[in-house]
């Protein structure tokens, strides 16, 4: 796949927010609706730009044209990283991206994505449709006058793309490292130099050396964005992002604007989305490791080693023993939430799913 052919960044062209304007007032008087959305990810992206796309996609066929969905990759419209701005100020009606993208907006966001030594992706949606995590959601997007749906599922993320492997801690200090969320406040806590940046501008930055390190997605992700280019040491499993999750992000009043039906049918396609990239991602991740590997001679290394993993997990115990301690009223009560669901669901994790796949590993041959 050409990397160049989804990461270059489009202008932002003056006709073209001028011609959204002449959209609205045919299709209301149509009983049609036009939307944009506008999303953090480059356009084609594998798994995730795909599914946003797929999702306004069906969105718009389910209708049979009534809620029109127009998508904007990164940089068409506006800076990847303010696509929940434009949907607050109204330059646009969604954004597609990921919770823990906007916690400087409220800490309590990154729950909603991935917690270090947190949720696999299927105990992230049992919290989330069962056990009161979209309720708690809710509030904290009724601050921004928000509604926010779970869009897509990329399964347990890998650890990253280094210079050289990692032997200890030691190796960690003033590491600069690309990786978000409460899992880069746990890395920050290690000793690294943490940043966050859109995924277009990840490749350029490890180039450049302005980054030594940086994790994204995984390998379907990674091979796209062509980081075995600049980084032949992979690790392909991360601690900070168990079960990442993206969200479809709609302006509240708008959609609660809608017909019944309509807001029914933007609420289900999210769900079957979120489902939907779970699936590619399962699929493609093998696949594309297999060939970082086989063709690129990236070096896969399964885990990080043991004396970096016990810092980490100390260190996000004590990140989210803050928060409940020191957080705002509306970030512990996501906490206290979070952990019951957790405390809930890993019971079946640890007896059941973990006891399984360690036995086939062990047994069974193919």
């Not at 006709?15 to 959305?37: C, Y």
């Not at 949907?87 to 990154?110: C, F, R, T």
């Not at 809710?138 to 779970?150: A, H, K, N, P, S």
């Not at 979070?338 to 036995?359: G, P």
């Amino acid at each position: 796949m050409n990397r160049r052919s989804f990461i270059r960044k489009a202008s932002v062209a003056g006709a073209g927010v001028a011609g959204l304007a002449t959209l609205s007032t045919p299709a209301l008087s149509q009983n049609k609706i036009t939307w944009r959305m506008v999303t953090t990810w480059p356009k084609n992206f594998p798994g995730l730009g795909v599914g946003a796309q797929r999702l306004a996609d069906r969105i718009t066929a389910a209708s049979g044209g009534r809620l029109t969905i127009q998508v904007y990759s990164a940089g068409e419209l506006v800076p990847p990283l303010q696509s929940i701005d434009a949907v607050i100020d109204g330059g646009a009606e969604m954004s597609h991206g990921a919770a823990y993208y906007w916690q400087n907006k409220s800490p309590a966001l990154a729950f909603f994505t991935g917690v270090p030594f947190g949720m696999t992706s299927r105990e992230l949606s049992a919290w989330m449709r069962y056990l009161g995590g979209q309720q708690v959601w809710d509030e904290v997007y009724d601050q921004f006058g928000l509604q926010g749906f779970l869009s897509g599922d990329t399964g347990t993320q890998a650890g990253g793309w280094f210079q050289k492997e990692l032997t200890g801690v030691e190796d960690l200090k003033g590491l600069r490292f690309r990786t978000p969320g409460l899992g880069g406040k746990v890395w920050s806590k290690l000793g690294v130099a943490v940043t966050n940046m859109a995924a277009g501008e990840i490749f350029q930055a490890l180039q450049s050396g302005a980054l030594d390190a940086a994790e994204f997605v995984g390998p379907y992700n990674d091979l796209a964005l062509g980081f075995y280019k600049v980084r032949k040491i992979y690790y392909t499993t991360s601690f900070n992002e168990p079960g990442l999750a993206t969200e479809c992000v709609v302006n509240k009043k708008k959609y609660q604007e809608l017909p019944k039906d309509l807001q029914a049918l933007v609420r289900d396609v999210c769900q079957a989305e979120y489902d939907q990239v779970a699936s590619d991602f399962a699929a493609n991740d093998p696949r594309a490791l297999e060939v970082l590997v086989t063709q690129h001679g990236v070096k896969a290394i399964p885990q990080f080693p043991a004396s970096i993993l016990s810092a980490a997990g100390k260190a996000a115990a004590e990140i989210l023993t803050e928060i409940g301690d020191k957080g705002d009223a509306m970030t512990k009560k996501t906490l206290d939430s979070y952990k019951k669901a957790l405390n809930t669901v890993k019971l079946k994790t640890d007896s059941t799913d973990v006891q399984f796949v360690d036995a086939r590993t062990k047994y069974f041959k193919l």
